[in-house]
């Protein structure tokens, strides 16, 4: 009996390990399913963005108010789960405080901890008025109805009630080491806590006892939970806004990737020599598809982005189509990626990990031609977001897929390039009238 708590203890952390184990198996699955990109050039660039970006939030503090919060949740809730490791242990080997024997270091850990989980209370606080009071314009958006909205304020409740524990658990051990119980010997630093010692005046030492090993356990459970709720949550960016930046494009924004096979298409026809009737070159291989209707046509970094999403909004409160009242939102081709690549990820699952087509798609489906051609492809949604994410990328490779597949364009749009194809210009003109402007001066 003397080691059951340990033997539990060990089982429900071995329980969320393999919990957390199977979702991040199925996440990687899910973003194997694009197509393969190279991107390991630049590897010095790379490293810098992700230290500036995920791990600087550089791109946060643009906004100052919900940038400065965002770093105090962020920085707090990590560096507070540095004491997890000392749960843990305490947990496995049946120990109080194992890093007590620290001192003085142990004292100023335990009280900064204390006094991040205080500024991690307050701004969540903040950010839970901001959604359900003050309504930001960006929290309102259709895409956030139903479980979007509730999923930003379980993550906030789930925050508060973790720091609330902590603190709980850190002020009934104080006053145990007060009431010199056994196994609470004097260690650690209060600067926080020690303010609700005063809730526990009059209370046997047991009771105190129990309130503090309640805590603890409530504690180390609600991490765990927290962990695997990550993957059915936006917040799987605290773990994928790292491996999301480093991969991020490093192209001058505006500058769109040409097609292979256009590209060798264009200088066969440049080149007088070219037999344009030869077959092609053993071993190049023509696109099987132009473009992309589904997601199993996108490449992996681009479901890597939807899967990083944070539906903080700062793409669609930028994007101009948006303000001008157009049905486009780039945090919602975000979210429709990710919900139909969930569900492609249930087919698989279902089927024994073999797709089993039902007749659904990305296209149409979820994301409309009048939300891809709303699209002015200004980059404003791509220099907003604060992790690297691009969804101009998306947008275009669908409307390739419109244009190229189903010669599905706009008509303005078809008789622009016809206007090129015939008259070397996109105005409805003879080659022989296009300089006649100039006599009208």
Known sequence: MEYLPNILFALILLVGIIFFARNVKKLVRNINLGKSVDVNDNKPQRWKNMAKI???????VVRPIAGILHILVYVGFIIINIEVLEIILDGLLGTHRIFAGLGVVYDVLIASFEILAFLVIVAVIVFWIRRNVIRLQRFMKPEMKGWPKNDGNMILYIELVLMFLFLTMNAADFKLQQLGAVHYTEAGSFPISQFIVPLFDGMAAQTVVFIERSAWWLHIVGILFFLNYLYYSKHLHILLAFPNTYYGNLEPKGKFKNLDSVTKEVRLMMDPDADPYAAPAEGVAEPEKFGASDVTDLSWVQLLNAYTCTECGRCTSECPANLTGKKLSPRKIMMDTRDRLEEVGKNLDANQGKFVDDGKQLLDDYITREELWACTSCNACTEACPVSIDPLSIIMDMRQYLVM???????????????????????????????NWKDES
């Open 54 to 60: 995920a791990l600087g939030q550089s791109k946060m």
């Open 405 to 435: 597949e189903q010669s599905a364009a706009p008509a303005d749009l078809n008789n622009m390039m016809g206007n090129i194809e015939n008259n070397g210009a996109p105005w409805p003109f003879n080659q022989m009238d296009r300089l």
